[in-house]
């Protein structure tokens, strides 16, 4: 086991020696791909970020659940939507790596989303393994849901939410 683990971290040290900045201000850009993990559905999630200033960046936001749990009433049973299992987000992030001092390699961005379900906020981190790729870790949740009475598959993209990706410099 422990020479896994050195083989492991081993193998694992020229990616961190190389490792680059998770945000390098006005002009970077950032696309990330992977899960978006929810109650009742898993699916996928993409997205992308502008840098706009030293620690402001825009962006656009969208998942899509490919694995929904069917709702059975009685003898009958429910299959979601497609509109049940799509979202898209306007964002907001402040990049505060800088300003925490963390290595320029990683990056924690709270941040507020204005979505086709609802208004919230996210809290994410970043972190680089070379130029180009690293990984990213997001919660969100809805503050203002714009239906105030959501059941069923209306709960789907309208609740807590956990997105693991991979992350690109492009």
Do not use: W
């Amino acid at each position: 086991m422990n020479k896994r683990i050195f083989t492991f971290l081993l193998v694992l040290c020229p990616f961190l020696m190389n490792a680059q900045e998770a945000y390098s201000g006005k002009g970077d850009t950032k696309m990330h791909i992977g899960a978006n993990i929810q109650d009742g559905g898993t699916g996928l999630n993409v997205g992308t970020d502008f840098g706009l200033g030293d620690n402001i960046s825009i962006g656009f936001s969208a998942s899509y659940l490919l694995d929904v749990k069917e709702v059975t009433i009685g003898t009958e049973t429910f299959k979601p939507e497609f509109k049940d299992r799509i979202d898209a987000k306007f964002r907001f992030n402040a990049n505060i790596g800088q300003v925490l001092t963390l290595p320029e390699q990683m990056d924690i961005y709270p941040g507020l989303d204005l979505g086709v379900k609802n208004f919230g906020g996210h809290l994410g981190v970043r972190y680089f393994f070379s130029e180009g790729f690293g990984l990213q870790s997001e919660f969100g949740v809805p503050f203002a849901k714009y239906d105030t009475n959501v059941k069923g598959f209306e709960k789907l993209n309208n609740q807590f939410y956990a997105n693991l990706s991979m992350v690109f410099n492009l």
